[in-house]
């Protein structure tokens, strides 16, 4: 349910609006009224709703004051409800990007209209917070870093991170690279992550997941390919460590991509 706040001067407006019109059918719940700016400023604050109903021309604070202080602190909706069709009152409104600017006395056909409208805008909005929220997103930065500056890093450890970066789809294993590389596994493991404050394992899935977002974001592969191509075993695997440092499947890395900017999430081990 879309939660709403009424913010009016005049009583019999205010509780008329909360009384006879029939927000459930509008999925909407008005959760508080106030009866000037400075009342709706600490509802907002306190209530947080999606929605600020609210007159302009009010004592203490107007409305206008109000919304723009109200911003500060949290993202709403706002629709403008007043008897003053002032064109800079009008203008003002346009400049706070309120979504509508409706005149008293109130048209309940038109307020159905214009909530059907915003009640869908809103639940698109929450849907893709969640989804941002699940993903653990904010952009396409990548957390696993191009740019190491491997010159200071160990030899042992900049011939770990070269062979993983090029045979990442290979079935490579620490005791593999330590023998090639005429040292113990466990000297190797211990240089590795003190210069990279990662596990070789950790590293390994990282440039694993890494590559193969490109392929699922190409649409050419199926997923059990895709964990193929980049050295899973098989897709459980594949999916299992995906979510792991993506915070998502796969499929829904596809599905919350083309609309929201993702990152992997931060995994330490």
Not at 40 to 45: D, N, S
Request: hydrophobic share 40%; aromatic share 10%; glycine share 4%.
């Amino acid at each position: 349910m879309i939660k709403a706040i009424i913010v009016e001067d005049e009583q019999i407006i205010r509780k008329g609006m909360m009384y006879t019109i029939d927000w459930k059918a509008m999925q909407t719940e008005i959760i508080g009224e106030a009866a000037n700016g400075q009342e709706g400023l600490k509802k907002i604050i306190e209530l947080k709703p999606d929605i600020v109903i609210t007159d302009i021309k009010m004592p203490i604070l107007n409305g206008i004051e109000m919304v723009q202080e109200a911003s500060r602190f949290h993202d709403f909706e706002t629709v403008i409800l007043t008897s003053f069709s002032d064109f800079e009152y009008t203008k003002k409104c346009i400049q706070l990007k309120v979504y509508d600017y409706l005149l008293k006395p109130i048209d309940e056909e038109i307020l159905r209209t214009m909530m059907e409208s915003l009640v869908k805008k809103i639940k698109e909005k929450k849907k893709q917070e969640l989804l941002q929220n699940k993903i653990g997103i904010s952009s396409m930065e990548l957390l696993f870093p191009e740019n190491e500056n491997l010159q200071s890093y160990n030899a042992y450890t900049q011939k770990v991170i070269e062979s993983l970066q090029s045979r990442y789809a290979e079935k490579i294993n620490l005791d593999d690279l330590a023998k090639e590389l005429c040292v113990s596994s466990s000297y190797l493991s211990r240089v590795f992550k003190k210069d990279t404050n990662r596990t070789f394992h950790h590293f390994l899935n990282q440039q694993r997941i890494q590559a193969s977002i490109p392929l699922l974001l190409s649409k050419k592969y199926m997923m059990y390919e895709i964990a193929e191509k980049v050295g899973f075993s098989d897709y459980k695997q594949y999916n299992s460590v995906f979510n792991k440092y993506m915070g998502c499947a796969p499929t829904e890395f596809i599905q919350g991509v083309q609309s929201v900017p993702v990152t992997p999430r931060e995994v330490k081990e």
